[in-house]
Structure formats: C-alpha cells, structure tokens
C-alpha cells in the first residue's frame, strides 16, 4: 500500500544568509535576538510508558549519581552569561534527587529554571517545586499524556501549580496528536483552553520523521491545529518543520546535555552521530565555536526556533511551548 498524501506546511525559503560576527570571546553570538538555553536530561526513568514515546523502553531508564549531577551542575554555572536550563527526563520528578539536590544546584548558578514534565507528581511535590524556583521559574511545559491521566486530574495539579508558582512563569500544555486518539485530543484541548491554560498540540514523530497520517486522520489533526499554513507561521503548534540549509546557533547557545554527561548541539544533530560537544564527566565539554548550517529533515523541539537559535526565524518567548518528550 503506497504511503498516503501529507499535506503539511512549507516553509518559505530561508532568507539570505546573514553576515556572522566576528568570534570575540568564545562563540560568536547570533546577530538577532535569542535567549541561550540548555535542555538537560536529569534522568532517564519515568513512570509512563507511552505508547508513542521517542525514547525506546530500554533507553528510558536510569538516574544520574549524585556526582555526576554535581559535574553537570558544574558545567551549567560555567556557562557564559545567564542560560535557560530546562530539565527535561524520562520524568524529571521521578528522581529523589530532583527536588533535594538539582533544583537547589541550579538556584547556586545565574540561570532560569524550567523544566518539561507529564505532570505526574503528587500536588506537595508541585508546591514544592514552586517553592524552589521563586523568582527564577521560565517556563513549565506539562504534558498531557491521556494514555496514563484524564484530563481533571490532570488540571487539578496544573491548577494547584499555577497557584502557587512565579505569576510571571509561563505555563503550556503540550499534547500529541496520536492518531487513534485525535477526538480524544481534541476534547483535551477544550477542556484546556477553558481552565485557562494554553494548549500546544504536536505532531507524532516517528524515528527520524512524522507519522504519515492518513487524510481522514489529518481533518482531525486540522480540527484540533486549525489551518496548517497558518500554524507553521504562528508556530501555534509543533510541526517539526525543516530548517535544512539555515544557519543555526545550536552548539554554540543551545545544545542539549544528557544524562550520562554527554552534550550533543540539538536532538537531531546527534541522531546522525553529529554534534557532540564532548562531556561533562571528562571535564570535555566546550560550547561549538560557532553556528552550523542545519541539514537535518525535521527540527523536532521548539525551543532551538523559539529561544531565537534559527536564522530567519524570530525568537518567540510566549510561544515557548515545547514539548521534547514526545
Ligand atoms: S512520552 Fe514522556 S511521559 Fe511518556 S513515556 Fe515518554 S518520557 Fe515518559
Ligand atoms: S534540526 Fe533544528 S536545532 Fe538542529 S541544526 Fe537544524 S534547525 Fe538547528
């Protein structure tokens, strides 16, 4: 049977290369606006086991030991200037050390905190983290995973949450549009929307790419995204669009550091064997001396386009609705 028609947006040609500064100290910086942002992987384990997860069962394990946290840790408040960390898993709150050692760690650094969590922890561990993150919360992406939660209980602790973290912080629900749930999601999303709250709708990826919805499946998809064109130029939902044949600044004022100590520019960098940028464990690591030219067929998180890392495509706080567990 013969793959059925996507029909998923294009994205305008990238715009002229830009003339990139000269190197000063360390990496040069993009010549547009952008916020610097590390994704960090404190741990593997989560609780869930969603069908759909990227990351395979016998990948999705593990806890950092307390000192190779502290070298992360250490490598993070080297960092030139004031970062974004966003602490993503596994499930961040599945680890002891989340809450008594990790959070803690990177109040003693200059960066914000967010972090990417299914939302599963009990409400005091919520309150807690609010707690910790007083003045220094960005944002909290909480992913709603209806194969494992239903969706008052989940408001419940995103309400308990909200109430109780930085007003300032911004607070997202993230989704994926799983094919043989899209009614489902789309239920999801009016249930969201009328609490308050903002819904970021993704598409499902597979391996290297996006799952080829059928054309029944993607009016679905439409039903709950709205029009294609229009969400790839508002980036109101994750499309994983190409990016291939732009500058960006992953690696130098991104990149993405694992739980074993490793550093990789972006996700899709290192799913070909590319980007690495060496180890916080062997005291290796070092920030890319510059931008690369992207040449992978999707960019599967948001956060390098909307922490400004992508030539041509603008930095969009508010819209830093990620969701890179899935
Ligand atoms: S998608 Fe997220 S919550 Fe679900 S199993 Fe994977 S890491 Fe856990
Ligand atoms: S996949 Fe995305 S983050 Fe990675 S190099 Fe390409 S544009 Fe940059």
């Excluded at 408040?77 to 599945?94: D, N, Q, Y």
């Excluded at 992978?296 to 990620?322: F, H, K």
Aim: charged share 20%.
């Amino acid at each position: 049977m013969s793959a059925p028609p996507r029909r998923l947006p294009v994205l305008e040609p990238p715009a002229p290369l830009l003339a990139l500064p000269a190197r000063v100290d360390g990496p040069p910086l993009p010549p547009w606006e952008h916020a610097p942002t590390v994704e960090w992987q404190i741990c593997g384990q989560c609780n869930y086991d969603c069908s759909y997860c990227i990351q395979s069962p016998k990948h999705r394990v593990g806890y950092p030991t307390r000192e190779r946290l502290d070298r992360a840790l250490a490598a993070l408040a080297a960092l030139p200037g004031a970062w974004e960390v966003k602490m993503t898993g596994g499930e961040p709150f599945s680890s002891r050390l989340f809450l008594d050692h990790i959070v803690p760690g990177l109040r003693d650094t200059p960066h914000r905190i967010s972090v990417l969590t299914n939302l599963s922890a009990p409400e005091r561990q919520l309150l807690r983290f609010a707690e910790l993150t007083r003045g220094r919360l960005a944002v909290v992406s909480a992913s709603l995973h209806l194969e494992f939660t239903d969706v008052p209980a989940f408001l419940q602790r995103l309400g308990a949450l909200r109430g109780a973290a930085d007003p300032a912080a911004r607070i997202v629900v993230n989704s994926v549009l799983v094919p043989d749930r899209l009614a489902e999601v789309r239920a999801a999303r009016d249930q969201v929307e009328a609490a308050g709250f903002r819904f970021f709708p993704q598409l499902m990826k597979v391996k290297r790419g996006l799952y080829p919805y059928t054309p029944e499946q993607l009016e679905l998809v439409r039903a709950i995204v709205g029009d294609l064109d229009a969400a790839a130029r508002l980036r109101s939902a994750n499309l994983a669009p190409s990016y291939a044949g732009r500058t960006c600044y992953t690696g130098a004022r991104y990149f993405v550091l694992l739980q074993d100590g490793e550093a990789w520019s972006c996700r899709s960098a290192r799913r070909y064997g590319e980007g690495r940028l060496g180890s916080v464990v062997d005291g290796t690591f070092a920030l890319a001396p510059g931008p690369v030219r992207c040449r992978y067929p999707i960019c599967p998180c948001t956060v390098p386009a909307n922490r400004g890392m992508i030539e041509g495509v603008p930095m969009r706080p508010s819209l830093a609705a990620d969701g890179a567990d899935a």
